[in-house]
């Protein structure tokens, strides 16, 4: 019999077993339908990306030039391109100390976030325990409430414990209200693992620790990648936290630039050069993170 | 290796489903024992709680000397195969397999030298940095099979291992299976609900059914002593054909009608099952293994001992050939037969008639509509009682 099977395997062939074939029109049409969607995603793409290059450009041209001219003048004339506005800034003890409080906030609470988030998703997705559910509902509640009402008791909190003013109590704050949605994003993803991969790591001997660390983890990645994104553009770009819980010690880059618009007017030498400079970092974060971003990772571990 | 001892189990779940009542099994060292069953029977569930997946609601288990009952399963030094395979996916095969050593502290050395060890019996030697997803099926099993392996447990636990391959592979990693557990001696409870697999796979074999425990014992045994209807419905493919009749004992002679032809039943049988006796004149389920009939023109016929029928349907099978032909008799429809014929409407001829199935040798000449006379080996009929549904012995 399995034999009989190796040779008469009846395998179709496709080229040939008589698939309808698709009309020239059809093709012709369905081609049509691809291009206009390509054209559709270029334009938006220019009508994104012709702003955000003609600050690049202006970030590049002298304060007297972005004044007189506008920014396409440089495509023609590139010799009146220039580091000098970058170089004026990062001079500028404020930017660079403002760049430096903002990696020391937004690193740890990317990290806290992340680190906390994981350890309750795994929790409240895979162990047991009394009211589990009523804890998620609390996190999926917390999801909906806004930074602006906790504002001021937060602010009296800080003030009476010292944390007002201070790095750690920024950072504290934006762990707080990152947590809910990392919780929840991080908890359906985990829960989407099979039941069966963590059983047969607890039988191969694996603690809750263990199966945590070398099973969820790295199965979890693609959401955890998402995740980091996510939190830390959500504090780098972070304005309004800020403004409310640092001073101008711990103030990060986002104060920093306003800051700067208000004593010069007009300044778009500044803004621009500055806006580079803080959109920097968060690019070398997506682009070290989106490889994760990949489809598929739990393909071939079960069936 | 160790025994494993199963004293009155019992699973009742948090919404009150009894999955498994009052099961008692000893699986001896190094056996080979099959827990087989249609869905729903409690083998899984049976199977999780030796694993040490699902909690005990009644009952002890043992595994060697100790009771495991609440023992976590990662301390029950036992390993598992697990149905979807589950393999890491974010780890190689090598890696796949050593995960028990390297969760337990290995040196890693060591862990190398056992895991090529196992991929060698495997056959997973060239497969060894290959991650799960580019793998084909029949390998992923092999390596959830090294991962149990590698471990050396006290006993394996394997739970439909089989059930995600096609036809023929499943034919190879059976005997790949069997000739591995006979080389380790490990002792070993299976899962299946595939009666071919369980005949085939096991020392003895335990058949289950809504979470009680119907019959244990060596396939052998099962197939030709059925403790009851549903064993001698379930073991057998194709099926026991079961008719319900009347036993007559006229003088010396004991015997059932079947439509028109009477049969008679052996004094062997009457000997082995003193107890028919007291079914004289009472309703009995008569059960025929399609192997006990034989086409009369090949065996020739022998009065009391030939039904005659129309053939209705053949089935050339090259060894043997099926043969279906209908009685005027009742049937006595199993559980799953009744299912089997509520989907398909297929098996019964009529309200008052049945169908029967032989296996006939490749010789005979039958075609589809011809009048037909089969011989029956009385000698291996088996009977049942109505009510109870239990073979009737002594």
């Not at chain 1, 970030?59 to 000098?84: C, I």
């Not at chain 2, 004149?281 to 001992?305: L, S, T, W």
């Not at chain 2, 006379?373 to 009929?381: E, F, W």
């Amino acid at each position: 019999m399995a034999t009989a099977t190796e040779t008469l395997d009846p395998t179709p062939d496709l080229n040939t077993s008589g698939t309808p074939s698709r009309s020239i029109a059809t093709r012709i049409a369905g081609r049509l339908g691809q291009g206009t969607v390509q054209v559709i995603l270029i334009v938006i793409a220019v009508f994104w990306l012709v702003p955000v290059f003609g600050l690049l450009i202006s970030s590049l041209r002298p304060d007297t030039a972005n004044s007189s001219s506008g920014w396409w003048t440089a495509l023609t004339a590139p010799s009146q391109l220039t580091l000098e506005n970058y170089a004026n800034l990062l001079g500028e003890s404020t930017i660079t100390s403002s760049l430096i409080n903002t990696v020391l906030i937004s690193v740890p609470a990317t990290v806290l976030v992340v680190l906390i988030g994981a350890l309750a998703a795994y929790a409240l997705a895979w162990i047991d325990f009394p009211g589990r559910d009523w804890v998620m509902i609390g996190v999926v509640g917390l999801l909906v409430v806004p930074i602006q009402i906790a504002l001021i008791p937060i602010a009296k909190f800080y003030g009476a414990t010292g944390l007002f003013g201070t790095i750690t109590g920024v950072v504290l704050f934006h762990v707080a209200f990152g947590l809910p949605f990392a919780v929840f994003l991080l908890r359906n993803y985990f829960s989407g693992i099979p039941r069966d991969l963590l059983e047969a790591a607890r039988m191969d001997g694996g603690t809750e620790w263990s199966i945590f660390r070398r099973v969820v983890l790295p199965i979890g990645l693609p959401a955890i990648a998402s995740l980091s994104i996510f939190q830390f553009l959500w504090v780098w770009n972070d304005l309004l936290v800020a403004l409310v819980f640092a001073d101008p010690d711990s103030q990060p880059i986002t104060i920093a630039l306003r800051g700067q618009l208000r004593q010069f007017g007009s300044n778009i030498d500044i803004l621009a050069s500055g806006s580079f400079i803080s959109i920097i970092i968060p690019l070398i974060v997506f682009f070290s993170f989106q490889r994760y971003f990949v489809q598929g990772v739990l393909a071939g571990s079960t069936k | 290796m160790a025994a494993i001892a199963i004293e009155h189990l019992g699973k009742t779940y948090a919404d009150g489903t009894r999955a498994v009542t009052d099961l008692n099994l000893d699986i001896m060292d190094g056996e080979f024992l099959v827990l087989v069953g249609p869905s729903g029977c409690g083998k899984t569930t049976a199977l999780r709680m030796i694993a040490g997946l699902e909690e005990i609601s009644e009952g002890t288990i043992r595994i060697g000397d100790r009771e495991v009952n609440n023992v976590p399963a990662r301390d029950r030094d036992v390993a598992m195969v697990f149905q979807s395979y589950a393999l890491y996916p974010h780890l190689t095969v090598h890696e796949n397999i050593g995960f028990g050593l390297t969760l337990r502290k290995m040196k890693k050395p060591d862990i190398d030298k056992r895991v090529r060890e196992v991929a060698e019996i495997l056959e997973l030697t060239d497969h060894l940095d290959r991650k799960p997803r580019q793998l084909s099926g029949g390998q992923r099993q092999r390596v959830a099979m090294g991962r149990a392996i590698v471990r050396e447990p006290q006993a394996f636990l394997m739970d439909e291992p089989l059930s995600n391959l096609d036809a023929k592979l499943r034919v190879q990693m059976r005997a790949q299976i069997a000739r591995i557990q006979r080389d380790l001696g490990v002792t070993t409870t299976y899962v299946t609900h595939d009666q071919t697999e369980a005949m085939t796979l096991g020392d003895r074999v335990a058949v289950m059914r809504g979470g009680l425990l119907q019959q244990v014992g060596p396939p052998q045994t099962l197939y030709e002593q059925p403790a009851n209807l549903f064993v001698a419905g379930f073991i057998g493919s194709p099926g026991m054909n079961l008719i319900s009749t009347t036993l007559t004992v006229d003088g010396g002679k004991t015997t059932f009608g079947i439509g028109d032809t009477t049969l008679e039943v052996p004094e062997s049988v009457l000997h082995q099952r003193p107890a028919l006796r007291n079914y004289a004149g009472k309703q009995v389920a008569v059960g025929i293994r399609p192997e006990d009939m034989e086409d009369a023109e090949i065996v020739g016929d022998e009065p009391g001992a030939t039904l005659t029928s129309v053939a209705d349907l053949v089935e050339a099978m090259g060894s043997d050939v099926m043969v279906h032909f209908p009685v005027q008799a009742e049937a006595v429809l199993t559980e799953e037969q009744k299912q089997l014929v509520d989907e398909t409407g297929a098996a019964v001829a009529g309200t008052s008639g049945t169908v029967l199935v032989g296996r006939f040798s490749p010789r005979t000449r039958v075609y589809v509509g011809q009048p037909i006379k089969v011989r029956i080996d009385t000698a291996r009929l088996h009977f049942f009682d109505l009510q109870t549904g239990k073979s009737v012995w002594d």
